[in-house]
């Protein structure tokens, strides 16, 4: 799978399924980005798009990936993945995207979705396979963490959640955390080893340290 156009992408068919089943990939870059100014999607780090880094590290781990994106579709047609769009009116934050993954995963017959945000372009390699390893067949999500903290938008949602998530939702729930720990999620934890691999970008200067890590080779 790969991008077409001028988003250079690289991408593999491999489906990380382990003992949970099928595994789609979703980047979640339906945020507002007050800070930065414009969709982080398209901010560029290192001469390319942030989505594209991220998507470099998430499609060789999954069998298909889409993006949750509630700007203006054509600055993303390009990429030549779907496009996911809040179903609620009022954005009511990552949960609504992550049960628009859910529901497009349902759809394509995945059993779990995993989720990266588009402002976290060292996100580890190896973090469906182990997160999968994780995950119980029946069992709850799985949410990344590492020094920083618990990352909950870094995650492993089984697709049968969906419609509980919907219901939530639904009755003012948006706190991914807090849901997902309700619907008994486990977490694995990540080693920083100097730089921590869910790092967000939210700030230029955020933006800035990114692109010397690159430039560093160390990203």
Known sequence: MAARGDLAVTGGEARAEGTVGPV?????????????????????????????????????????????????????????????????????????????GLDWAAGIGADWLATVPVDTPFVPRDLVARLAAAAVPGGGPVLAASDSGLHPTAALWPVR???????????????????????????????????????????PEDLAAAEALLRGGRG
């Open 24 to 100: 789609a990939g979703l980047v979640l870059a339906g945020g507002r980005s007050s800070r930065m100014g414009q969709d982080k999607a398209l901010l560029a780090l290192a001469g390319r798009p942030l989505i594209a880094h991220v998507l470099d590290r998430l499609m060789p781990q999954v069998g298909c990936v889409a993006v949750s994106f509630n700007g203006d579709a054509a600055a993303l047609a390009h990429l030549g993945l779907p496009l996911l769009q809040d179903g609620a009116p009022d954005r009511p934050g990552p949960l609504a995207g992550v049960l628009a």
């Open 161 to 203: 959640l969906r419609e509980d998530l919907r219901l939530a939702l639904d009755q003012g729930q948006r706190r991914v955390a807090g849901w997902a720990l309700d619907q008994g999620a486990v977490t694995v934890q990540f080693s920083s080893g100097g730089t921590d691999p869910f790092v967000n970008l939210n700030t």
